[in-house]
Nanobody
Framework: QLQLVESGGGLVQAGGSLRLSCAAS????????MGWYRQAPGKQRELVAS???????NYADSVKGRFTISRDNAKNTVYLQMNSLKPEDTAVYYC????????????WGQGTQLTVSS
């Protein structure tokens, strides 16, 4: 079983920055990509950013140019550097892993809360 633990959230002023971390443990083999999702109150969980083992990245339009996803394979950790934060970024942020092109939905962590004040 794969375990994912998110951390690094908090309260930030608009325009500020924060870095989230996601530590993976357990069955970490054959992971081809990692990603960050977020879920705001009353909204569906959405994919924010992803990164493949080879380093190819993808971002949602809402965060492109502001967020950067990175991965440290040696530490089994994925990061999300968030800059120029907006109140609309307020959400619980989750990470996930992908095997064979599919997200492992049974490996959701508890998430980490980001609150951006105006």
């Amino acid at each position: 079983q794969l375990q994912l633990v998110e951390s690094g959230g908090g309260l930030v002023q608009a325009g500020g920055s924060l870095r989230l971390s996601c530590a993976a443990s357990g069955f970490i083999f054959s992971i081809n990509a990692m990603g960050w999702y977020r879920q705001a109150p009353g909204k569906q969980r959405e994919l924010v950013a992803s990164i493949t083992v080879g380093g190819r990245t993808n971002y949602a339009d809402s965060v492109k140019g502001r967020f950067t996803i990175s991965r440290d394979n040696a530490k089994n950790t994925v990061y999300l550097q968030m800059n120029s934060l907006k109140p609309e970024d307020t959400a619980v942020y989750y990470c996930n892993a992908q095997r064979a092109g599919r997200w492992i939905y049974d490996s959701w962590g508890q998430g980490t809360q980001l609150t951006v004040s105006s």
